[in-house]
């Protein structure tokens, strides 16, 4: 049985927090945008968001960075 502390899921904990870190900062630039244009466009970067940052284990960025590290040096702030 697998914990919480293996490397892998400290891995995948951490490309979580960084991948997250990310699309908070993304959507916050749009955001700033969509003031300057309308209330209906604010509400849409709100919608595209919430549906975003949902739950979940952030598969796609995981694969992504694992085929980096095995053809490159691993820097993953690129792939961010």
Do not use: W, Y
């Not at 919430?50 to 979940?56: A, D, L, S, V």
């Amino acid at each position: 049985m697998s914990s919480a502390s293996d490397p892998i899921h400290t891995l995948l904990a951490d490309i979580k927090l960084r991948v997250d870190a990310q699309l908070t900062k993304f959507f916050e630039q749009k955001r700033e945008h969509a003031r300057t244009l309308s209330a209906p466009s604010v509400e849409l970067v709100d919608a595209l968001a919430e549906f975003t940052m949902r739950g979940g284990k952030r598969t796609r960025p995981a694969i992504l960075i694992a085929g980096n590290a095995a053809v490159a040096s691993g820097d993953i702030n690129p792939l961010l």
